[in-house]
């Protein structure tokens, strides 16, 4: 195991030699053809002090949608429709949000300018999707990420009201079930998900698991 350094060439090291910690390799940059790369060999992107991160962690956190878990205090928000929920509606808002929100144990945020740019790019490209929350006309909680195929990989959530990102998130893993989406990819462990079904399992069961859901 050892830390690749990457250059201009579009290019990742097997999963499987990522250190202990997931780190696989740092630098290359944030095209489109990188990241697509990237999310088809089961890696996504972290930034630290401006250089890119890539990450592919062993055990992998994922929510199976059919394992999806609305507990009792949920239901009746579901059921009442407490917020508006609608996808891709606005898409540029949520990563901001997500990019502005406050995370517990963070002195800030990993989303910088380049990933704005570079996942609205991808929404323009039909890959990378936002679930919305909303109150009287104001967005107050969603997610985004990355489709490809039958997997979702999930890349920030951000909620402004209590229980609204919850709502949406909850409301578009229903979606994605519907559509034929087989795995959710959460990345790593948060107790938030993790009561919602998430869980972890073996790097190299992931990795197989989307290799065939993308063909799909």
């Known amino acids: ?94 990563i901001s949000n997500c990019r502005q929100m406050p995370r517990k144990d963070q002195d800030g945020t990993w989303i910088n300018e380049e990933i704005v740019q570079a996942y609205c790019k991808l929404h323009e490209m039909g890959f990378a999707h936002s679930a919305e929350a909303w109150t009287d006309g104001e967005l107050v909680g969603g997610l985004y990420g990355i489709r490809m195929g039958k997997a979702f990989f999930g890349e920030s959530m951000f909620s402004k009201k209590s229980n609204a990102s919850k709502f949406a998130f909850i409301k578009f893993v229903q979606q994605l079930q519907d559509d034929g989406v087989e795995l959710i990819d959460c990345q790593v462990h948060t107790e938030h998900l993790e009561s919602l079904g998430a869980k972890m399992i073996p790097r190299a069961l992931f990795l197989e698991t989307i290799n065939r859901l993308i063909k799909q």
Request: with cysteine.
């Open 1 to 94: 195991m050892e830390l690749h350094i990457l250059n201009n060439e579009l290019y990742f090291p097997p999963a499987g030699n990522a250190l202990p910690d997931g780190l696989l390799a740092i630098g290359g940059d944030l095209s489109t053809d990188r990241l697509l790369l990237a999310y088809r060999s089961g890696i996504f992107p972290w930034y630290d002090d401006d250089v890119p991160m890539w990450w592919c962690p062993d055990p992998r956190f994922i929510l199976y949608p059919n394992e999806l878990k609305i507990s009792k205090s949920m239901r009746p928000i579901l059921r009442q429709n407490k917020f508006r929920f609608t996808t891709d509606k606005a898409f540029e808002q949520v």
